[in-house]
């Protein structure tokens, strides 16, 4: 895969909250991801590409469940955090606003779960016209079928799939 333009390439982490990365998950636990993430993030710092965090919260409750901020250490000094709440990053969140004002036209997605919040997501990306990456070992799902769906079926189709170690930078503008 060839190297992203650092200044039209974004990394957008999905869902990456102490409860969800502690779920039961496959085909990888959330802590393999969490660590294929903050590495793939470490690469997007250094090349001065943006990194955007996704979170979720519950509507309609006085708090939210223990567990639902970002895991600690996740999110560094001045990247933006995008609370969602519905199953995808885009609707009523700012985040295509966010994303154009920061000149992104390609997106690299990772989070839990592929199926959910990844797939849901990068499908309305895709609407909006958000060339796509998919970090395929900084993903996991309930379910390891459910992962391999989205990764090999749907995902080829809106997208490039591609494990973490592929995805690099031309490096600082």
Not at 21 to 32: F, K, N, W
Request: hydrophobic residues 45%; aromatic residues 2%.
């Amino acid at each position: 895969m060839p190297a992203l333009d650092p200044g039209r390439t974004a990394l957008v982490l999905v869902d990456l909250m102490e409860r969800i990365v502690a779920l039961p998950l496959a085909p990888r636990p959330g802590t393999d991801v969490l660590t294929a993430a903050a590495r793939l993030a470490d690469t997007f710092r250094a090349a001065g590409a943006p990194v955007v965090h996704i979170r979720v919260e519950r509507p309609n409750v006085d708090a939210q469940p223990p567990g639902s901020a970002l895991v600690a250490d996740l999110v560094h000094e001045g990247e933006p955090v995008v609370v969602k709440r519905t199953i995808g990053g885009f609707h009523d969140t700012g985040l295509h606003e966010l994303l154009s004002g920061l000149g992104a036209t390609t997106l690299v997605l990772a989070g839990i779960a592929t199926n959910l919040g990844v797939e849901s997501t990068a499908r309305a990306a895709g609407d909006l016209g958000y060339d796509l990456v998919f970090a395929e070992d900084a993903m996991t799902a309930l379910t390891a079928a459910e992962h391999h769906a989205s990764v090999e079926l749907d995902f080829p189709r809106l997208g490039t799939v591609a494990p973490v170690s592929a995805i690099t930078l031309d490096g600082p503008e």
